[in-house]
């Protein structure tokens, strides 16, 4: 059963295909990736343009459409009696092309034949930048292209045309992502209830994970540590102390693909301190700032900094930071608290089409990548637009060695109080972050229910 109706997956290949307008698109679906021998696998993951317009989630499939024809096939080999009697029988590939309304296919072979049959004729074979590296040993079997060409030789016409269609979410897309986020509040409420002293952070992250295992799988591997100054902290068996704060990054893929991606950071004992709730509101201030100015036209890196201009603001009252705000965040004083960007699209892949490549997903020609610290990690920038869905995730971090570092180099000392920022290296760090999407006039958040996210609200839920 495909997520989306037939009619789906042939209009968007058709839109693809007006849009490319020219030559033999090739978009490769993933295969099996071993762990530690060909037998055993890590969990499937299908690569998420085939899954945008092919649907199907087996491993070993190319779908191809030819643009000037309009002729499409699903491509792969069926499976023989002895996949069936260890992994059970699966539809044909002749069943799920008629399933998504593709007339074609042809057992993997037949690749290459249409593949040399275009370049015999001229034209132009579009493939994706491949992110695996079994899929470019296929690509420089059937085109001769080195790996470490591949990137280049992508077709820009192609990942054009994808990320235009898959960046603006549908409404039955937008309904899919509803449903990760359901599972995303389980998951996150689920460690509110686990988190205890004397609980190790494996612990409480498996229980994370058993929710979204249940739905689907993970969306990424789950961020949960009590170093939440570590931006991606995997869990570890430290047992959790009373009076830290303990920070969980997770998300759910649901078996239609679409994904959910939340943080909360709670403390261990249930209760924050003044200090922790002062750190706390400062980063809460940002997360709701920027949803009052998300909206289309905006570009996202106004909102970025304007997130920043709020932690700023806040962290001078605190007198952790001094002087001018608009100065400070322009200068970029502001990323040694925050050193990454407010947030990513979001969609079928928690950092939706990464592997595009972030220049095109996020940027244009008018707005290009910053190259300052914190800044130039945000992974868009772009003028947003009606269906874009992305992340909103501020942070305040006390990252001893980057303090360190900055104060040794003597950076921004104008803007930073360096004496009081040395008495939170202990503090660790905290994030919260949830999903938006873009609408007609503003923004909102994807999720029938906000996971709780006030100090107030976050103790009574870990009180429940
Ligand atoms: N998974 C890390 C993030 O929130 O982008
Ligand atoms: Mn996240
Ligand atoms: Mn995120």
């Not at 695996?132 to 001769?144: A, E, F, K, T, V």
């Not at 709701?288 to 709020?310: E, F, M, Q, S, Y």
């Not at 002087?323 to 040694?336: F, I, T």
């Not at 290009?368 to 637009?385: D, E, K, M, V, Y």
């Amino acid at each position: 059963m495909t997520t989306f109706s037939k009619q789906t997956y042939e209009s968007r290949r058709a839109v693809l295909r007006q849009r490319v307008g020219e030559g033999l698109i090739v978009i490769f679906g993933n295969n099996e990736v071993p762990y530690n021998y060909p037998a055993n696998t890590y969990n499937f993951c299908q690569d998420s343009s085939f899954v945008y317009y092919f649907a199907q989630k087996r491993d070993g499939l190319v779908g191809v459409i030819d643009c000037e024809s309009g002729d499409e096939w699903l491509i792969g080999n069926d499976i023989d009696i002895d996949d069936i009697v260890w992994m059970g029988e699966t539809p044909s590939v002749a069943d799920m092309a008629a399933e998504i309304g593709v007339a074609r296919t042809a057992p993997m072979a037949r690749l290459a034949e249409l593949v040399n049959e275009a370049r015999a004729k001229g034209r132009t074979v579009h493939f994706l930048p491949p992110y695996r590296h079994d899929i470019q040993i296929q690509i420089m079997d059937l085109l001769g292209i080195h790996p470490s060409k591949q990137k280049e030789a992508a077709s820009l016409k192609l990942i054009h045309a994808v990320i235009d269609q898959r960046a603006c979410k549908t409404a039955e897309e937008v309904a899919e992502l509803e449903k990760a986020a359901k599972v995303g509040y389980e998951m996150h409420t689920t460690a509110m209830h686990k988190i205890r002293e004397g609980v190790s952070e494996l612990e409480v992250a498996a229980e994370v994970n058993r929710v979204a295992c249940a739905h689907g799988y993970i969306s990424f591997p789950t961020i949960f540590s009590m170093h939440g100054e570590i931006l991606h902290g995997i869990p570890r068996d430290n047992k959790l102390e009373a009076g830290r704060l303990v920070i969980c990054d997770s998300g759910c893929e649901i078996g239609s693909h679409y994904t959910s991606d939340n943080t909360r950071t709670m403390p261990v004992s249930g209760k924050f301190t003044q200090r922790q709730k002062d750190i706390y509101n400062t980063v809460l201030a940002a997360h709701g700032h920027a949803l009052t100015i998300a909206r289309p036209g905006v570009k996202w890196i106004d909102v970025h900094l304007a997130a920043c201009r709020v932690l700023t603001e806040r962290l001078k009252e605190l007198g952790l930071m001094c002087g001018d705000v608009d100065e400070a965040v322009a200068a970029g004083a502001h990323a040694l608290f925050m050193p990454h960007g407010l947030g990513h699209m979001m969609g079928l892949d928690v950092h939706d089409m990464e592997a595009l490549g972030q220049i095109y997903v996020g940027y244009d020609d008018e707005v290009r990548p910053s190259t300052q610290f914190g800044t130039a990690f945000l992974r868009c920038g772009r003028r947003l637009q009606e269906g874009f869905v992305m992340s909103d995730e501020p942070g305040i971090y006390f990252i001893p060695q980057l303090i360190d570092e900055w104060r040794a180099k003597g950076l921004h000392k104008e803007f930073i109080n360096y004496d009081k920022v040395e008495t939170y290296k202990d503090f660790g760090g905290i994030r919260l972050e949830d999903d938006i999407l873009i609408t007609a006039d503003g923004c909102r958040l994807i999720g029938e229910r906000q996971i709780p996210i006030t100090v107030e609200d976050v103790e009574a839920e870990m009180a429940r």
